[in-house]
């Protein structure tokens, strides 16, 4: 057994080194995303689209970092698995609007439906995986987001309806989804201490 | 509910990794625990009333 009855804190290299890595990690990001959309005339959902792509990816990268340094045994696999669920969700988000500069729309919506089944593969071995806490976490994001969206969806649908507000696409309403999942995400992980 | 893991645990010079690989659960969950933050389910507070052979009411009391 070990003898330190705290987990042990990090140390202020490793922090530093957390910092650095954070902060190129966000230069590489924020280049790449420039040169991406540099010379695009974008809309709004594309732009909230690869925000929340990035946002993912970016955590899906940070929590590689944690898996790499902190390694769990228990639950295991449980640490890469949720990498595996945050990075392919990303790529996804961008091949709609990236991927035909490579290949065709047909070929890039067959690649987005192989990640989709890779991704909900992996999402079902995360539950499986996942201890108790992480569970309810689980289900206490998908209940926040679900009132939350149902409630948006109703106002906006009755707005749409009587013609107050303009018709939005389904993949900005993609866009808005995963940007209130992430927050609902947040909020149930900072309610257990999870950070 | 509150609960006396953290002493229980420090009676025995555990640390929270320890803890969580002997109850089968994250690092991280033993410390909501410990926090008050997640209550835990019968099935886990069975599994910590057997690893600290105590019962149950004598680990966790009410508010």
Redesign the interface.
Known sequence: ???????PRTSLLRKAALFVFLGLLGGFVGYGVSILMGDIQTIWQDELAVLMSVVTIATGLIGAFVVATRP????KG?GILQVVVMLLAGTMLLLPMFGTAVATPEVIFGAVVILLVLQSTANLMLWRTA????R?VMLETSAMAFWALQLCLFVYAAAERLGLVDTVSGWGLMGILMGVYFIASIIAAA????H | MNNRLKVL??E???????L??QL??????V??LE?G??D??LP?AFRIARVFAQPIESIFTED
Do not use: F, H, I, K
């Open positions: 057994m070990n003898a330190s009855l705290e987990t769990s045994t228990v639950p449980c201890d108790e806490m992480l309810r309610r257990r201490g999870l | 645990r420090a025995r010079n555990w640390s929270q990794a320890d969580a690989e089968g659960v994250s690092r991280q969950t410390n909501a926090t933050r997640y835990p389910s886990l």
